[in-house]
T-cell receptor
Framework: DAGVIQSPRHEVTEMGQEVTLRCKLI?????LFWYRQTMMRGLELLIY????????DSGMPEDRFSAKMPNASFSTLKIQPSEPRDSAVYFC????????????FGSGTRLTVV | GIQVEQSPPDLILQEGANSTLRCNFS?????LQWFHQNPWGQLINLFY???GTKQNGRLSATTVATERYSLLYISSSQTTDSGVYFC?????????FGGGTRLMVKP
């Protein structure tokens, strides 16, 4: 199993540009989580999906952020337009809900908005 | 929501020393995990331990769910153990992280 795969690993973009982060779940997992990590706020849950349906997006900071899960194995997190304060490491994690099983995290995308 | 507190926030050890990291949580949980974030930023799952005790090499963990705490033991620490250790709990289907313990192991 290749684990949770995120791309790109690093992204540097100019303020105002659109940014799309990608995540591929572990095969067989049905829950998908997007987290953001900053020095000031630590690890924050942005949104999570269960069986492709968004369950809780209360952590999404603003309307500039949107997330989709077009199929059972893939998700995107989009920021449009991006701002310097969006600079952070964005993690994706997956799990199999219903068994209380553990979460597996991807390697993260380090986003820098200049 | 559920509160997760970790202690100590920072820890410096000499190589070979043992240590205990603590995680307290404010409510009943379905799941508790310990993660190690290495200097490259990767979050590595160490233990999935909603209750009981588990061991993996030099690391072991104990969760006492009724008293709402978990402990991570590191024995014979090595420089490669450096990084941040996170406790995370799940009271529904959302994993909430503590603030982490930043560990530095000196040679």
């Amino acid at each position: 199993d290749a684990g949770v795969i995120q791309s790109p690993r690093h992204e540097v973009t100019e303020m105002g540009q659109e940014v799309t982060l990608r995540c591929k779940l572990i095969s067989g997992h049905n829950s998908l989580f997007w987290y953001r990590q900053t020095m000031m706020r630590g690890l924050e849950l942005l949104i999570y999906f269960n069986n492709n349906v968004p369950i809780d997006d209360s952590g999404m900071p603003e309307d500039r952020f949107s997330a989709k899960m077009p199929n059972a194995s893939f998700s995107t997190l989009k920021i449009q337009p991006s701002e310097p304060r969006d600079s952070a490491v964005y993690f994706c994690a997956s799990s199999f809900a219903g068994t209380g099983g553990g979460y597996t995290f991807g390697s993260g995308t380090r986003l820098t908005v200049v | 929501g559920i509160q997760v507190e970790q202690s100590p926030p920072d820890l410096i050890l000499q190589e070979g020393a043992n240590s205990t990291l603590r995680c307290n949580f404010s409510d009943s949980v379905n799941n508790l995990q310990w993660f190690h974030q290495n200097p490259w930023g990767q979050l590595i799952n160490l233990f999935y331990i909603p209750s009981g005790t588990k061991q993996n090499g030099r690391l072991s963990a104990t969760t006492v769910a009724t008293e709402r705490y978990s402990l991570l033991y590191i024995s014979s620490s090595q420089t490669t153990d450096s990084g941040v250790y996170f406790c995370a709990v799940n009271a529904g289907n959302m994993l909430t992280f503590g603030g982490g313990t930043r560990l530095m192991v000196k040679p």
